[in-house]
């Protein structure tokens, strides 16, 4: 690299350096709470590889471990269901020094609901002074799985066969709707859970929201026992309006939501212990980042102090600037606007690893990590191989042949070589188009895949700057980009203008379908709509 360069390489550093701290940067540590213990933590004992949907269950041993850690922070937990695992909770709760909240799990089979309260009734009977309440069903009228008058029929059952206090738990709307229900329990257990609402809000109007909600819950029912018997907020996952899922979030909303407990004297049980791989499946990414521990039982944030929303973020700026220069000598960069190029694709490489690592909670999500970021890898360094301002020929129904003959075995290495980058650009701009399909049609648990894309969307933006636009030559080449920009407009208006996580993924989903857009106004200015001059024709891989 010519001396020359130098300044421009120190400003790349600097810059790479500069752009992770930003968002990294220690935040909220004005934000205080009393310095005591938990009332009560939410505690699914499942780890990675274990869930009760395979009914794969932690030994005994492990449970009693994390009863021990949860006893430095908290005076209580919550389960949900007596049946699960081979072992006595009430029993490892006693040793560890914690009081139970006993958890009976109602669901739409009376079968499998008398067997729960059976163990409820037992579990409860045997430790009289480790388990402080029974919660009889859990957001059972949300779930619609009994009638409030089959719900009560199990509380009363229950409240007669134990000397403890008894609880049901559900979203507080729906105490609201069935107030009869109140009658039946001696506590009522609300869960507060703004980041899941149907309007969600931010973390600061979320502990006003919650306020509002445990004084008309008080008003609603006076002379009972009001218990908030889940709050929390989610680490990591979709944006919901404004409600953003962050590290520095949870650890905000935990720390002013305990200031007003203490204050209002709430009786509450935070969600969750631990971050539960698991309920992915359920409900997404955010389900399974609730936990003030995360799956490997690490503190995700201090309960005091500055909170840094990436903590290992030097190493990931690190890895940016040697995946830098690695790319610019083995991709040849010979000008100042390739090593800039080189530098952004090495950040756009290094955020697509450190965001895809830590959700890789199945073996199809591995797969698809183990397919998009190789992936990401080869067309960032055929980009920089190939240079800017080539504008790209290939139509979509090559790739597609070519594709089909692969798969025959008809395919040679050199007919996969030759335009592997228009290719892979291609493939990558279909996906993007089906993923911003799902984001329209079923969003709700669905993440803006930042990631996935981070590679394409950088080649797109030096693409619009370099006036790299494909030549299309047909309407199917013209197709993927059009629905894309479509669906990116329509998950932008869904969204709505508050959801910052989705505006700014809509901007570039538009990045992405750019190039070819402007192709196809070009086309239509200068010439009728995809009309081949005569004797062209498509090339089609010989079968």
Not at 63 to 91: C, F, K, M, P, W
Not at 183 to 200: A, E, G, S, T
Request: hydrophobic content about 50%; charged content about 15%; some cysteine.
């Amino acid at each position: 690299m010519r001396a020359a360069r130098l300044p421009i390489l120190l400003l790349l550093i600097l810059a790479t350096l500069a752009g992770w701290y930003w968002p990294n940067r220690p935040q909220a540590a004005n934000i205080t709470m009393p310095d005591a213990r938990f009332h009560s933590v939410s505690y699914a004992p499942f780890r990675n590889g274990q869930s009760p949907l395979t009914k794969n269950f932690p030994t005994a041993a492990q449970v009693a471990q994390d009863l021990h850690l949860i006893a430095q922070h908290a005076n209580g937990i919550r389960t949900y269901s007596s049946l699960e695992g081979n072992y006595d909770i009430g029993a490892l709760a006693k040793q560890a020094g914690l009081k139970v909240w006993v958890g009976i799990w109602l669901g739409p089979n009376p079968r499998d609901n008398a067997r729960e309260m059976a163990a409820g009734i037992a579990q409860a009977n045997a430790h009289p002074h480790t388990d402080t309440r029974v919660v009889v069903g859990n957001e059972v009228l949300l779930r619609r799985d009994l009638s409030p008058q089959a719900l009560i029929a199990d509380i009363d059952y229950v409240k007669a066969r134990v000397h403890q206090p008894v609880a049901y738990a559900d979203v507080a709307s729906f105490w609201f709707q069935f107030p009869d229900v109140a009658k039946h329990v001696d506590i009522v257990m609300i869960h507060l859970l703004p980041y899941w609402q149907n309007h969600p809000v931010n973390v600061n109007a979320a502990i006003a929201r919650i306020a509002r909600t445990i004084a008309k819950t008080k008003k609603l029912f006076p002379g009972k026992r009001i218990s908030v018997g889940e709050t929390g907020w989610p680490s990591r996952g979709r944006w919901r309006g404004d409600a953003a899922p962050s590290r520095v979030n949870e650890a905000i909303f935990l720390r002013k939501f305990v200031t007003l407990a203490d204050q209002d004297h709430i009786d509450y049980n935070l969600i969750e212990a631990f971050d539960q791989s698991w309920k992915y499946h359920d409900e997404g990414i955010a389900g399974a980042n609730w936990g003030i521990w995360n799956a490997e039982r690490q503190p995700k944030f201090p309960l005091s102090g500055p909170v840094v929303e990436m903590p290992h973020w030097p190493i990931d700026a690190g890895l940016a600037i040697g995946l830098a220069l690695l790319l610019a000598l083995s991709a040849a960069a010979r000008d100042t606007r390739s090593l800039i190029a080189a530098f952004a694709l090495a950040n756009a490489i290094t955020y697509a690893g450190a965001s895809t690592w830590h959700v890789l909670y199945d073996n199809s999500l591995l797969l698809c990590a183990a397919v998009n970021l190789p992936a990401q890898i080869l067309l960032a360094w055929l980009f920089l191989r190939r240079g800017t301002g080539r504008a790209g020929a290939i139509p979509a129904a090559r790739t597609i042949n070519l594709l089909r003959a692969s798969l025959f075995g008809h395919a040679t290495l050199r007919a996969w070589w030759a335009d592997l980058f228009d290719h892979l650009w291609f493939l990558f701009l279909i996906t993007a188009t089906i993923m911003q399909m799902m984001l329209v049609f079923d969003p709700r648990y669905r993440d803006a895949p930042f990631a996935v894309f981070a590679v394409p969307v950088v080649i797109a933006a030096i693409r619009l700057i370099s006036s790299d636009d494909p030549a299309l030559r047909d309407w199917r080449d013209a197709l993927p980009s059009a629905a894309l920009a479509l669906g990116a407009v329509a998950s932008a208006i869904i969204a709505g203008w508050l959801n910052t996580e989705f505006i700014i993924w809509s901007g570039c989903a538009l990045l992405l379908a750019v190039p070819a857009l402007r192709s196809i106004v070009a086309t239509l200015i200068h010439k009728p709509p995809f009309i081949k001059k005569p004797g062209e024709k498509h090339v089609h891989l010989r079968a």
